[in-house]
């Protein structure tokens, strides 16, 4: 099973931009669909970009244009550029694995334990 640590989180203005790392061992982020969650204080955690094996990617409503998320295999990372950041950004970020998953978060095997992004207005 692959093991995942993200990092990159932190306090930005809005209007700021954030690159989350997801450093992957064990096994190759290639082998699996990627993807990004949050989870905002009292709310369930969502969807927010995924990756899959092919290099296809999609993106939550809330984030499309914004947001981007690209792979590393030979650094064996996946990433996410958060630009134009708004307060709702606000959460902890999740990097998942899962094999042929989509946007559930229950379709997702592996976690990291997370970074916080914190956007101020």
């Known amino acids: 099973q692959v093991q995942l640590v993200e990092s990159g989180g932190g306090l930005v203005q809005a209007g700021g931009s954030l690159r989350l790392s997801c450093a992957a061992s064990?096994?190759?982020?290639?082998?699996?669909?990627m993807a990004w969650f949050r989870q905002a204080p009292g709310k369930e955690r969502v969807f927010v970009a995924g990756m899959r094996r092919s290099g296809t990617t999609y993106y939550a409503d809330s984030v499309k244009g914004r947001f981007t998320i690209s792979r590393d295999n030979a650094k064996n990372t996946v990433y996410l550029q958060m630009n134009s950041l708004k307060p709702e950004d606000t959460a902890i970020y999740y990097c998942a694995a899962g094999f042929g998953a989509t946007t559930g978060a229950n379709e997702f095997s592996s976690w990291g334990r997370g970074t916080q992004v914190t956007v101020s207005s």
């Open positions: 064990g096994r190759t982020v290639s082998s699996y669909t």
